[in-house]
C-alpha cells in the first residue's frame, strides 16, 4: 500500500498550504471505501490527530486546534485526500501524515489506521 503526501513548505504566519495525499491505483482498489486521516508530529512531541474523512466525504473531525482553519477533503475519483491549511501558526509546524482507516469512517486515534504515508513537513515562521 502506497499513500504519497506532498505540498508541505515554509509559509509565515497566516499563511495557507494545501496538502495532498495519492494513493497508488494499486492502493487505492485496497482502500477505496476506507476513511483517511491526517496526523502531524511536531519535534519533541507525540503524534498527534488532525483531521479526518469518511469515505463518502460527508462526515468530517477535526481536532479543536485546527477547527475553522483546516478543511479536509477527499476526490475518490483522483484517489487523494487533501488538507487545506488556512492561517496557519508557529504551533501547527510538524511533520504531516496522511493514513487510511481500518474502516469507512475516519478515527482519532492511531490505532484506527492501518496504512500511513510518509510525511511532509510543513514549517511556519512567526
Known amino acids: 500500500v502506497q499513500l504519497q503526501a506532498s505540498g508541505g513548505g515554509s509559509v509565515q504566519a497566516g499563511g495557507s498550504l494545501r496538502l495532498s495525499c495519492a494513493a497508488s491505483?494499486?492502493?487505492?482498489?485496497?482502500?477505496?471505501?476506507?476513511?483517511m486521516g491526517w496526523f502531524r508530529q511536531a519535534p519533541g512531541k507525540e503524534r498527534e490527530f488532525v483531521a479526518a474523512i469518511d469515505w463518502r466525504a460527508i462526515n468530517t473531525l477535526y481536532a479543536e486546534s485546527v477547527k475553522g482553519r483546516f478543511t479536509i477533503s477527499r476526490d475518490n475519483a483522483k484517489n487523494t485526500v487533501y488538507l487545506q491549511m488556512n492561517s496557519l501558526k508557529p504551533e501547527d509546524m510538524a511533520v504531516y501524515y496522511c493514513?487510511?482507516?481500518?474502516?469507512?469512517?475516519?478515527?482519532?486515534?492511531?490505532?484506527?489506521?492501518?496504512?500511513w504515508g510518509q510525511g511532509t513537513q510543513v514549517t511556519v515562521s512567526s
Open positions: 493514513a487510511a482507516a481500518r474502516s469507512s469512517i475516519g478515527d482519532t486515534s492511531e490505532r484506527g489506521y492501518q496504512y
Open positions: 491505483a494499486r492502493t487505492a482498489r485496497t482502500i477505496s471505501n476506507n476513511g
